[in-house]
């Protein structure tokens, strides 16, 4: 194998690439082709079967692993059921014997309860990885609370809504030792197609908070943007044709245009049935405040987004899209 390779380098005498190097490289290359094997063949626990996590634990179903599964609501059991996952009556229950534990859980006081029960069940050296939304601070302790059990760990939140958690195209942010994030790559690439190593321990959760402190400010400009363009007589399609191709294109307006029409896929064109709800955005903008804070950080503009998402989730509407905000935008003529 080797010489047939090194027969492949058409530079004559000056090949730069030595047999010994050739060597090395095919060494290392059937090092993880047999990882790779061995990552395909893991046996994976996924507890938390919402939105996101069902449809995750099913493309790792689809990818070839052994999926046990754990949810406390009795219907997302039984989808992951339906998906192909095997059932645990317990979270406890679910992560005994697993390679991979993956949580996807509402906030840090829940990942650090299932951490704290799940943890200490795992095998030692195994690996975990919470996909959850959480503050920086409650990743930090579930990683040391890992560390202490000689487990693995990665904090690993994502980006791209439930279409992505579908779509297998999600983007995962992670923060854990080097390591650790060599583990969860592989595992991650089934349920989505960025994956980036942020840092350290809760750098994913940094990473993550400080993004959608992006897209939630954005989508209140764009959505002013075209409150605006409609008082003053301009289409929706016009206003779109100039911004999209000029220095005011973001992803609130090219993918996620709050006005029915102009990109098809929005959830503008399906009465704002939610990819992503707005309540969760007041979830995101607040854990970004609350680490602004703690970090001594100025972000006004974070701020009162974050308190434009709390009216509109407080008028009863943190259950629709969070690019609906354009309605509660264009209730705010008159009011400042």
Not at 302 to 320: K, L, P, S
């Amino acid at each position: 194998m080797v010489a047939a390779a090194h027969r492949g380098c058409h530079a004559g005498p000056a090949c730069a690439i030595s047999r010994g190097d050739w060597r090395r490289r095919i060494e290392v290359q059937l090092i993880n082709e047999s990882s790779a094997e061995e990552t395909k063949m893991a046996t994976i626990a996924f507890i938390g079967l919402g939105n996101m996590g069902g449809p995750m634990a099913a493309n790792l179903v689809k990818a070839g692993h052994k999926v046990v599964a754990f949810d406390l609501a009795e219907a997302s059991r039984n989808q992951a059921k339906s998906d192909g996952a095997g059932i645990a009556e317990s979270a406890a229950g679910a992560v005994k014997g697993a390679d991979v534990v993956v949580t996807m859980l509402p906030a840090g006081k829940h990942v650090l309860g299932v951490w704290g029960e799940v943890v200490p069940a795992m095998s030692k050296g195994a690996l975990i990885i919470d996909s959850s939304t959480i503050d920086v601070e409650s990743a930090r302790q579930a990683h040391a609370l890992a560390a202490k059990n000689s487990v693995l760990s990665v904090d690993a939140p994502v980006s791209g809504g439930t279409g992505g958690a579908k779509g297998a195209t999600l983007t995962f942010m992670c923060g854990g030792e080097d390591t650790a994030f060599a583990a969860a790559k592989p595992v991650l690439e089934n349920m989505g197609k960025k994956i980036v190593h942020c840092g350290g321990a809760g750098a994913g959760q940094a990473a993550k908070i400080c993004n959608n402190m992006i897209l939630g400010i954005s989508m209140i400009a764009v959505s002013e943007a075209f409150a605006l363009a409609e008082k003053l007589g301009l289409s929706h399609q016009a206003l779109f044709d100039v911004a999209s191709t000029s220095s005011g294109q973001c992803w609130s307006l090219t993918t996620y245009c709050p006005v029915p029409g102009p990109v098809p896929t929005s959830p503008a064109n399906n009465d704002y049935k939610p990819g992503f709800a707005a309540a969760l955005m007041v979830k995101d903008l607040t854990l970004a405040q609350d680490a602004a804070k703690a970090a001594g950080a100025a972000t006004p503009l974070g701020r009162h987004a974050q308190e434009i998402y709390q009216a509109f989730d407080a008028a009863g509407q943190g259950g629709v899209d969070f690019s609906g905000i354009i309605k509660h935008v264009r209730g705010l003529a008159g009011k400042t």
